[in-house]
C-alpha cells in the first residue's frame, strides 16, 4: 500500500468517528423516542455558529466551548421534545415528520437571517497543525476530533449500560409500555434522550469547527451522512452508529481517492440503495421495518 | 387495599367498561375471569394509570390512584406484570431483573430481592447473562415475574400469566402465584384460564362485555351453573 493511500484510510476513519458522534445522536433519539429528528442537521449548524461565535467574540477555543455547548445543547435537546414533540407523541407519523421539517426551516431560515450565507471558518491554535511519523502525517484537529468523538460514545455507552437511568432509556427503547409498568417515567426519559442526542451533535459541531466551514445549510451535508450511517448501524443501535460511522467516513475517503470526491455522495448512495434492498435492518439492527 | 369504585373508561369515542367495582383485601388472591376482549386487560391498565377512567374512583389505601401517573401508582406498590410477559428483549436477564428495581423504593434492597428471586428461579441464575428473547416461554414467564418482585410489590396484578404456556408449566405458575401470596404479596390476577384461576382465588368476579355479571367467592364461582356452562364446558 503507498503512503498516501495509507493517509486516506487513516483521514477517513478520523472522519467517521465524527460522522458517528452525530449519528449516535440521531439514533439514540430515534431508537427512544422514535422521533426521526429532520432537524439533527440544523441542531449541528447551530452548534457550529455557537463555537464559531464564542471564539470570534471571547476568544474561547472550540475544543474549550464544548463545555458550555455540551450542556446547553442537552438543555436545548430537552426544550424541543417538550415543545414541540412531546404534544403530538400520539398523532400520526406524518405530523412527527412535519414538525421536524418545519424545525428544519425555521432554524436554517433564521440562521440565514442572523449570519447571512456567508461560509465561516476560524482559525484556531490547532488549525494546521500536524502531528504523527514522517510521511504520515495527519491533522491534528480530526485527531482531536476522533478521539474526542470515541471518548464520548464510550462514556456513553457505559452510561446506557451501567446507570439506572441509561438502563431505564434502553428499557423504554424496547418496550414503551412495559417501561411504564416497571414505574418508568417515559416522558422523563425521553426528554433525557433527546437531551443527550442533542447533547452529542452539539459537542461534534464544536469538534467540526476547527477543520470545517459554517454556512445555514451545513447541517443538510451532515444529516445525509448520518442518516446512511445510521441506517447502515441498523436503526437504534448505538455500536452500529459506531461502526457505520467508521465504515461511510472510510467510503468517503476511499471513494474521493479512487473516483473522484465529487461523487461521494452518488457512492454512499448507492450502499444505501442496496442496503435498503438487502439488508434492510443494517448491521446491528433490531427494529425492523417499521 | 384496592378499591374501585364505579369506574367507566372508553377507547376514543367508545366505551368499553361499564360501572365496574371491585376490591382487594390484603393478603388476598382475587381473580378476574371472563372471555377475550372482556375487559380484563383494560381494568388491570386503568389501575396501573396507563388508561384513565373518565368517571368512578380508584383508591389505594384510601389514596385516590384515577389521577395518578402509572411510575407514581408503580411507587405506591401497585405493580402489574403485563399480558405477554413484555420483557425488555435486547436485556440481558440478570438486566431485566435489575430494571424491576427502578423504583425508588425498591432500589435500598436491590441485591437482597436479587437473591431471594435468583432462589426462587433457579433456572434464571444459570441464565444471568442471556439475552432475555433467548429463553423458552416458560423461562421468560418466570422472568417476567421475577421483574416484577423486584419492584417490592404490595399488591401484584398478574395479566393472563398462562398465556401460552405448557400444561405443567401452567400448574407450575399457579403455584408460583400462591407462594407469592403467602410471602405477604396480595395478588389480582385477570385469566382466561378460570379453572386454575379461581382454584387458587379466594374471591372472584366475572367480566363480560365490559361490566362485572357476577362476583363471589372461588369455590363458590367454581360451583356456578353459568359459569360452567359458559367457561368450562359441561
Not at chain 2, 377475550?36 to 394509570?49: C, E, F, P, R, V
Not at chain 2, 431485566?96 to 437482597?112: F, H, M, S, V
Not at chain 2, 407469592?180 to 385469566?191: F, K
Request: charged letters at 15%; glycine letters at 12%.
Amino acid at each position: 500500500m503507498s503512503e498516501i493511500l495509507i493517509k486516506v484510510v487513516i483521514n477517513g476513519l478520523l472522519m467517521g468517528g465524527i460522522y458517528a458522534l452525530i449519528s449516535l445522536g440521531l439514533t439514540l433519539i430515534f431508537g427512544v423516542v422514535r422521533i426521526v429528528n429532520f432537524a439533527h442537521g440544523e441542531f449541528l449548524m447551530l452548534s457550529m455558529y455557537a463555537s464559531y461565535w464564542l471564539f470570534q467574540l471571547w476568544g474561547i477555543d472550540p475544543y474549550v466551548s464544548v463545555l458550555i455547548i455540551a450542556p446547553l445543547f442537552f438543555v436545548f435537546g430537552m426544550i424541543v421534545q417538550r415543545g414541540i414533540f412531546q404534544p403530538i407523541l400520539n398523532a400520526p407519523e406524518v405530523s412527527k415528520i412535519f414538525a421536524a421539517i418545519g424545525l428544519v426551516m425555521v432554524l436554517q431560515n433564521l440562521a440565514l437571517l442572523f449570519w447571512k450565507g456567508d461560509y465561516r471558518a476560524i482559525k484556531t491554535i490547532s488549525s494546521g497543525l500536524l502531528i504523527g511519523p514522517e510521511g504520515f502525517m495527519i491533522g491534528l484537529p480530526r485527531f482531536i476530533a476522533f478521539l474526542a468523538a470515541v471518548s464520548i460514545m464510550l462514556g456513553l455507552y457505559f452510561f446506557i449500560k451501567n446507570t439506572y437511568t441509561g438502563k431505564a432509556i434502553r428499557a423504554t427503547g424496547q418496550d414503551q409500555g412495559a417501561a411504564l409498568l416497571m414505574g418508568i417515567n417515559t416522558k422523563r426519559i425521553f426528554l433525557i434522550a433527546f437531551g443527550i442526542g442533542s447533547s452529542c451533535v452539539g459537542i461534534a459541531g464544536c469538534l467540526l469547527m476547527p477543520i470545517y466551514s459554517v454556512f445555514p445549510t451545513v447541517g443538510a451535508y451532515f444529516v445525509l451522512v448520518a442518516f446512511v450511517i445510521v441506517v447502515l448501524g441498523g436503526l437504534g443501535s448505538m455500536l452500529g452508529a459506531f461502526i457505520g460511522g467508521l465504515i461511510i467516513g472510510l467510503v468517503e475517503a476511499l471513494s474521493g481517492y479512487f473516483i473522484s470526491s465529487t461523487y461521494k455522495e452518488a457512492i454512499y448512495f448507492i450502499i444505501f440503495w442496496f442496503l435498503l434492498i438487502y439488508k434492510p435492518t443494517g448491521l446491528f439492527g433490531s427494529v425492523s421495518q417499521e | 387495599m384496592l378499591e374501585v369504585k364505579g369506574i367507566g373508561v372508553f377507547y376514543g369515542e367508545v366505551q368499553v367498561l361499564w360501572e365496574i367495582s371491585l376490591k382487594v383485601g390484603e393478603g388476598e388472591i382475587v381473580s378476574i375471569v371472563g372471555s377475550n376482549a372482556a375487559g380484563k386487560t383494560t381494568t388491570l391498565n386503568t389501575i396501573s394509570g396507563i388508561l384513565r377512567p373518565t368517571s368512578g374512583e380508584i383508591f389505594f389505601e384510601g389514596i385516590r390512584l384515577d389521577r395518578e401517573t402509572p411510575d407514581r401508582i408503580v411507587e405506591r406498590g401497585l405493580v402489574q406484570i403485563p399480558e405477554g410477559r413484555r420483557l425488555f428483549p435486547e436485556m440481558t436477564v440478570l438486566e431485566n431483573l435489575e430494571i424491576g428495581t427502578y423504583p425508588q423504593r425498591a432500589r435500598g434492597k436491590r441485591d437482597q430481592t436479587l437473591k431471594k428471586i435468583l432462589d426462587l428461579f433457579p433456572i434464571l441464575s444459570d441464565r444471568k447473562k442471556q439475552l432475555a428473547s433467548s429463553l423458552s416461554g416458560g423461562q421468560q414467564q418466570m422472568l417476567a415475574i421475577g421483574r416484577g418482585l423486584m419492584a417490592q410489590p404490595r399488591l401484584l396484578m398478574l395479566d393472563e400469566p398462562s398465556l401460552g404456556l405448557a400444561p405443567l408449566i401452567v400448574k407450575k405458575t399457579f403455584e408460583i402465584i400462591k407462594d407469592i401470596r403467602s410471602q405477604g404479596t396480595t395478588i389480582l390476577l385477570v385469566e382466561q384460564n378460570v379453572m386454575h384461576s379461581l382454584q387458587i382465588a379466594d374471591r372472584g368476579y366475572v367480566l363480560e362485555n365490559g361490566r362485572i355479571v357476577l362476583e363471589n367467592t372461588g369455590k363458590a364461582l367454581l360451583e356456578d351453573k353459568n359459569l360452567k356452562k359458559a367457561y368450562l364446558g359441561n
